[in-house]
């Protein structure tokens, strides 16, 4: 059974840098495409970055040159590492897997791609 676990989240301030972490279970990390998503209260969950089995990566503008998205094959594990972080940053944040089939470059970032959810870790940025 597949299954994702996220971490990492905190309170930072603006300028600051996390390293969010999503440990996957039940099947192998570089099989299938992943993203990190993030959603704020009230609001439709948003793309952020999105590796697919290659290693192409994208990401939404807000946050290119920002953060990064990685995976360690060796812990079974996918990274969003983010730096300067901004108080728009601040959101939930949720990794994601599609484990049936491999997620087109330019679809990484539609939520509707993905079968798979981790639990989500809160990101909070103060100014």
């Known amino acids: 059974q597949v299954q994702l676990v996220d971490s990492g989240g905190g309170s930072v301030q603006a300028g600051g840098s996390l390293r969010l972490s999503c440990t996957a279970s039940?099947?192998?990390?570089?099989?299938?495409?992943m993203g990190w998503f993030r959603q704020a209260e009230g609001k439709e969950r948003e793309g952020v970055a999105g590796i697919d089995t290659d290693g192409s990566t994208r990401y939404t503008d807000s946050v290119k040159g920002r953060f990064t998205i990685s995976q360690d094959v060796a812990k079974n594990t996918l990274y969003l590492q983010m730096n300067n972080l901004k108080p728009e940053d601040t959101n939930m944040y949720y990794c994601?897997?599609?484990?049936?089939?491999?997620?087109?470059?330019?679809?990484?970032?539609?939520?509707?791609?993905?079968?798979?959810w981790g639990q989500g870790t809160q990101v909070t940025v103060s100014s």
């Open positions: 994601a897997a599609n484990t049936r089939y491999r997620v087109a470059w330019h679809s990484l970032l539609i939520q509707a791609q993905y079968n798979y």
């Open positions: 039940g099947y192998t990390l570089r099989s299938y495409s």
